[in-house]
């Protein structure tokens, strides 16, 4: 029997992270993702000052404008930023010296509660003594993240995590030299970094190294490198959706790379006079 | 180098990367996936002509202002 509905489990998550994991008895694990993920995006406020949205420029704010952002993978978080900072004052003041790292930090925030959606999903459908621990859909999702083609190599899957690596890194790389280091300013250009982010580490390094670069001259492919880099960063959204389907089918049993030994697994259970119940799921660590 | 052409080989690099993508979201088969490559990306520049094509008949026609 399922613990919960996993269509509740991942909104209460998205509401407010471990939530969804408190509704399927998984207190503990809850705590300790709501202290990390709502801490993450708390230090991003302080750090930033809640000024995040005014990066926005004045034409482009409405009610809904922010929600295009990372952050809304963490939708309390961002209600809540909304609620107590808004657009800021009607008068330009300066931004904090670390509004950098803490809008990053708030980005980061929505795509931890992300994969955090992903883990309560699927322990959901799990029974409630059976967890997923380290083989977990939400563990590859999440190195996807980090850096894409990494979840994939995780899954032993080497060749394609190369591949995606080198189209989708290569692609951030590209457009970052092509924009002269132009796309990697979350103020200059908010919502493509927000899609941007979504490639992890290789972009939050580069931001990280040449962020701060200050533009003197036109840059002939600025905005194609912009392109780059975002659509880079989106693709690696499929790659996170390929790696969670795949680590899901083979934890089901239904991936043809691991039915045949299941399979055997079972017909050898059977002959000894072994439960023919025997599923991959038993694999599982299951807890008191 | 001409203009035109660096942009038409960023838009080749650059959808042959989507294609790639789509093509390892669509099929869980690494080999299947690399062999319909081609074919794929044949199917995508066709689209994307064939947008261009209706693009540029909507700007001679309904957008002219000549």
Known sequence: ?288 | MNDLLVHALLFALLSAVIVLMSAFYSEPDDSKALRAFPRRLLFFFLGCAALTGLMLLAEHTVASVA
């Not at chain 1, 995780?154 to 951030?172: A, E």
């Not at chain 1, 659509?231 to 691991?258: C, H, K, P, Q």
Request: one cysteine or more; hydrophobic letters at 45%.
């Open chain 1, 1 to 288: 029997m399922p613990s919960g509905e996993p269509n509740v489990a991942t909104l209460l998550t998205w509401f407010l992270p471990g939530a969804g994991h408190l509704y399927i008895g998984r207190a503990t694990f809850g705590l300790v993702a709501f202290v990390l993920v709502e801490g993450l995006y708390l230090l991003g406020l302080k750090l930033s000052g809640g000024m995040g949205f005014e990066f926005l420029q004045p034409e482009l704010r409405g009610p809904f404008a922010p929600a295009l952002a990372p952050e809304l993978g963490n939708l309390g978080a961002l209600i809540y930023h909304m609620q107590s900072y808004g657009y800021g004052l009607p008068v330009p003041r300066p931004f904090p010296d670390t509004v950098v790292l803490g809008t990053t930090l708030t980005a980061i925030s929505g795509v931890l509660n992300l994969c955090l959606m992903c883990h309560a999903n699927f322990e959901a459908r799990l029974p409630k003594d059976v967890h997923t621990g380290w083989k977990s859909p939400a563990l590859p999702v999440l190195l996807t993240w980090i850096c894409p083609g990494l979840g994939h190599w995780f899954q032993g899957r080497k060749l394609r995590g190369t591949l995606v690596f080198l189209s989708l890194v290569g692609c951030v790389v590209l457009g970052t030299i092509l924009a002269d280091a132009s796309n990697l300013s979350r103020e200059r250009h908010y919502y493509y970094w927000g899609g941007q982010v979504m490639a992890g580490a290789p972009a939050l390094l580069l931001q990280l190294v040449w962020g701060a670069k200050s533009l003197n001259s036109y840059v002939p492919y600025g905005e194609a490198g912009l392109v780059f880099a975002a659509v880079a960063g989106m693709l690696n959204i499929l790659a996170m959706l390929d790696v969670y389907g795949f680590a899901a089918r083979r934890w089901e049993g239904s991936d043809s790379e691991t039915e045949e030994p299941a399979r055997s697994e079972d017909a050898a259970n059977a002959s000894d006079g072994g439960s023919a119940e025997t599923t991959p799921s038993a694999t599982a660590e299951v807890t008191a």
